[in-house]
Each structure stands twice: as C-alpha cells, then as structure tokens.
DNA sequence: GATGACCTGTGA
DNA sequence: TCACAGGTCATC
C-alpha cells in the first residue's frame, strides 16, 4: 500500500530513470482519474515537449517539475519561465512504471493485458519508452500545479519540536492527528500503527495529553521507524504486521491485539504495552 | 472531529 | 455473495 515509503521509492525511479527525457505525448483515457479541473486535452497540451526536471515529493504526492519549451536546435525558450508540474498521487493501489521498472520490483514489468487496462496515465518519451501510472483501483489521481501547501510537514523531515507543537493544539486521537495529511504528510494506515506500538502509545488517547516525554519519545521513534522500514524495503515491512490479523497477538509481549476503529481506519494495538 | 462515499480486487 | 482494504474529500 503506498504510503510515504512507496513514494519515495517511485520518486527514485523516477529520478534515476526519466528526468531529462524528452516527453513526446501523454495518453490519459480516464478522465475520472484527473483530479481538480485538468481535462485530458489540457494535459495533451501541457506536457509534450518538456521535459521532467526534477522528481520531488511531499508527503504522498510525487512532484514531477518540467522545463520550458525549446525551439529544436536553439536554446531559446518559446515560453516564459519553468513548465507545469505534474503532480501524481498513488491511491492505495497506484504503481509508478518507467520502462517497465516499478519502485521494489526487480522483475521486468510483464505487461499482459489485464495489466494494460489499469493504466490509468501515460506519459510517452521520444525515445520510446513510457512512464506509467498504473491503478488497478482508481482511487490515485493526477494534477497539474498542485497546491503543495495543502500538505504538512513531511513526515521525512519532521523534528520533535514540529511534533510537539502539533501534537499540543489537537485534542483528538494521536492516530488522527498522524494520519492527517494537512499536519505532517506521508503516514497512512500501517505506519502509524506500527510507530505507535514501537513508541508504546494507546492510538485513543488525545494528542494534547501527551507529556513531553512521551513527545519526545513519539519523535523518536517516528525518525527510526521510517529509517528501518525503509531500509526493509516498505510500510509493509513492520514488526507489527504479521499480528495485524483479527486474533493477532502482540508480537512484544504476546497478549491479544485489540482491533478497533480509530481516526476512521481500522487500528490494531496492543493494551497491554500501549498506553 | 467523525462518518460515509468513492472504486475495485481479493479472499473468506 | 459480501466484507474488507487503502487515501482523500465532501458532508454532517
């Protein structure tokens, strides 16, 4: 499930792979799937002959930058100043693909034809290959100049102090305040659930109880969790995971995992070490 | 701040 | 056949 880890993995592939290569179309057959006003022949329009220049990415939204256009064999811009930005989100299913590479998969990507039908966008290169959005549940999504401020702190780049002065104004549940893109961006599901039984927290309690030990500690163990889970390869690489099953057991000290619904998602945690 | 809708593949 | 998963947005 992409979360903040697959992100930016697939902002890796894109940078290793696709920046610098001219763009010579871009097939967007689900319109559905362009979100805030962009129309497929506004995207046809906007992209070919750019170039991407830069991959970024703030919290779950991979931000690819393109350049001006150029007059072919001058250096002269036709139009004023940087290009659009493409702006792709992953859903809960979305995979980037640049020339059959996807983000954590080794193998050649074998494109059949049930695979074919979850494109849900495009961009073709002038040298042949293709950078892929491919969804098979349709809930990403693809903008153009996004407003990247809609989005917190990175949770990659979040300090102890950003925290506690988060964690201070919120009175609802810790899992609700993590998860909330517009505060720190990038966490979904089973990272918070996996950073908060590592940091011994109950998902319940409301943000503002937190002491500043305990701030701290969160801090903490948010930095480590992600750096671990990174280096194991994704979100869903946890310790916990394995237990987040109905019936699970807390692998730390064995007893039964409680599921619940907490911030809307469903939450498994551990009461007798999470407090 | 909480809830349901969005969409569709998977697994019981 | 149906609950469920996931992230986000509109609405209560």
Redesign the pocket.
């Known amino acids: 499930?992409?979360?903040i880890l697959e992100v930016e993995a697939a902002r890796h592939v894109v940078e290793d792979h696709a920046l610098g290569r001219s763009i010579a179309g871009v097939d967007a057959p689900d319109a559905?799937y362009l979100?805030r006003g962009l129309t497929p022949a506004a995207v046809r329009s906007a992209l070919p002959e750019r170039r991407f220049v830069a991959a970024r990415r703030r919290?779950?939204?991979l931000l690819l930058d393109t350049d001006r256009r150029r007059r072919a064999g001058t250096r002269a811009p036709t139009d004023a100043g940087l290009g659009p930005t493409l702006a792709l989100?992953?859903?809960?299913?979305g995979r980037v693909v640049v020339d059959g590479t996807a983000a954590g998969d080794p193998l050649v990507y074998a494109s059949n034809r049930?695979e074919t039908?979850?494109h849900r966008f495009t961009v073709h290169f002038a040298d042949g290959g293709a950078l892929i959005l491919s969804d098979?549940?349709?809930?990403g999504?693809v903008e153009l100049d996004p407003d990247e401020d809609?989005?917190g702190i990175d949770a990659l780049a979040v300090t102890t102090p950003d925290l506690r002065a988060l964690l201070a104004r919120?009175?609802?549940?810790i899992k609700?305040?993590l998860?909330?893109?517009h505060g720190i961006?990038g966490?979904?599901?089973?990272?918070v659930d996996e950073i908060l039984w590592r940091a011994s927290l109950d998902p319940n309690r409301p943000?503002i109880s937190l002491d500043p030990p305990e701030q701290g500690r969160l801090g903490r163990v948010l930095r480590t969790t992600l750096g671990v889970l990174g280096r194991r390869g994704g979100?869903h690489t946890g310790d916990l995971m394995v237990a987040?099953v109905?019936g699970g057991h807390c692998p730390r000290d064995g007893a039964p995992l409680r599921?619940e619904?907490v911030?809307?998602?469903?939450t498994y945690w551990c009461p007798a070490h999470q407090r």
């Open positions: 499930m992409p979360e559905w979100k919290g779950k939204l989100h992953l859903g809960m299913s049930a039908t979850w098979p549940r349709r809930l999504a809609r989005l919120r009175r609802g549940p609700a305040v998860l909330d893109q961006a966490l979904g599901n089973l990272l943000a979100s987040r109905p599921r619904t911030g809307g998602r469903t």
